[in-house]
């Protein structure tokens, strides 16, 4: 591999905040007379504000868009009762957290750091992911897979192939035409040369192993089905309602379809939803409730 | 759908999420493809071959971000047609993207060591951390989402002569990085 090409892999592996952020290059940077379309909506906003407009502010629809967190006092009015903050998600997340991470919908974790909440409860969802134990039994359901794909014999016969490819394989015009649209069909001209020219026990012993591959992945796809999977995810939940009530979490979980996702439900404190434990899975923490047009 | 939804539908094995995945980044792939392929040919079949390996791959990945995810395949598919065009001499030319990137490559004096591509990644990562939030996304824009120089130049409200000025400074300050840091590719 040349060194450019080495380079232009590496980067691919760019980590995703920082590509993401590039998205926003030269959004802020607007013609010349930009600053008019801004004076002009600044007049428009103060106009409106004076003639009691901005009480348009306050209708679903448009509070949804700014995503901004609302209070409702809706706990019992004893001494004890802490003020509770909801809010609504808007256009949200783009991420999926592995084991070990803890994701805040940006909207939530400025209110939980908002000193005007200081000592509120706040009405949240949490999106469990990834638990390490079944990710690790995935894990490992795969390695058995990749253990057949790597049976010497399958690694010879790859060899064989690439070595054919380079030194004796002639695509004719329309090969190459084929190729050129996906659709080459040296593996099936290999094939037959292989059939055709290597001792029969390398061809069984290459037989037997790629069956042996194949069943191998059906069993994967068998054993890590999401229907299979839902005992040890069921079970896995569980323990971490329990660990969650013994550390005095309020939260419970939501009868959705958890399939892959466990949704929760909770009042949490801000220390509660900043430590939220992700030891054993991956938590992405948002509003409760109304969660934006894609929910629909 | 969100993307979270849609890894859910991968993880599920429901084929919804190919189309789903589609309508979303289908887009975004092919864009991607053309930029860095110059070949608007390549470009639909490349994004369609994307969304196959992601099928392929999710299980057992589970990506956190699905556009990168994407972006990734599309970039490693485009640089293998790439490959077996120009081993066929069919009209590949050379790659703008992989020109430009020889002027990072490191060729240090003192301790060597061959890094892996995934230690290289970490020091382009590290690089891009030091640079200015702008020099970054220039950088990104133009080497993994392979922008033409033309259009970061409009962007960014400068001449394309002077945006290449930019983007050269910034592979021979990667490279200087690199030789530091003591990486041999």
Known sequence: MKNSEKMYEAISGIRDDIIESAEALGSRR??????????????????????????????????????????????????????????????????????????????????????????????????????AEVEAYVESEWAKVTDKQNDPAILHYNEEYDYWLDNIYEPTEADLKAQENGKGREAEYFAAYWAENYPQEEQDAYSAAMEAAKEARRAYDASTAPEALKPLRDAAAARLLTKLAEAGFDIGQEEKDGVIINYLHGLLTREQIEGFPVGDCGAFILWYGYNGAADE | ???????????????????????????????????????????????????????????????????????????????????????????????????????????????????EANELTGFINEWLDMLSKEDAALFVKRYWYGESADELAKKLGCSPLKLSQRLYALRKKLKAFLERKGVLI
């Open chain 2, 1 to 115: 759908m969100r993307d979270a939804e849609i890894v859910a539908s991968f993880l599920a094995r429901d084929e919804q999420a190919i189309r789903e995945a589609e309508s979303k980044y289908g887009a975004f792939c092919r864009a991607l493809a053309r930029n860095i392929l110059k070949r608007p040919e390549d470009a639909e079949e490349i994004a369609n071959d994307a969304l196959l390996a992601a099928w392929q791959s999710i299980p057992p990945k589970t990506p956190n971000n699905l556009k990168t995810f994407l972006g990734r395949i599309v970039r490693d598919k485009a640089l293998t047609r790439y490959r077996a065009l120009k081993a066929q001499k069919r009209g590949a030319g050379s790659l703008e993207l992989l020109t430009e990137l020889e002027d990072c490559v490191p060729s240090p004096a003192g301790v060597e060591e061959l890094a």
């Open chain 1, 30 to 131: 607007k013609g010349r007379f930009a600053w008019i379309g801004y004076a002009a909506a600044a007049c428009l906003v103060l106009g409106a504000s004076m003639f009691g407009l901005s009480r348009l502010a306050k209708k679903p629809a448009e509070a949804q868009e700014a995503a901004l967190p609302t209070e409702q006092s809706t706990a019992a009015p004893t001494e004890d009762a802490r003020r509770i903050v909801t809010g609504e998600n808007g256009g949200l997340n783009e991420f999926v957290p592995s084991t070990g991470q803890r994701y805040l919908l940006p909207d939530l974790e400025q209110a939980i750091r908002a000193s005007e909440n200081d000592g509120c409860l706040f009405d949240v969802e949490v999106r469990i992911w990834n638990y």
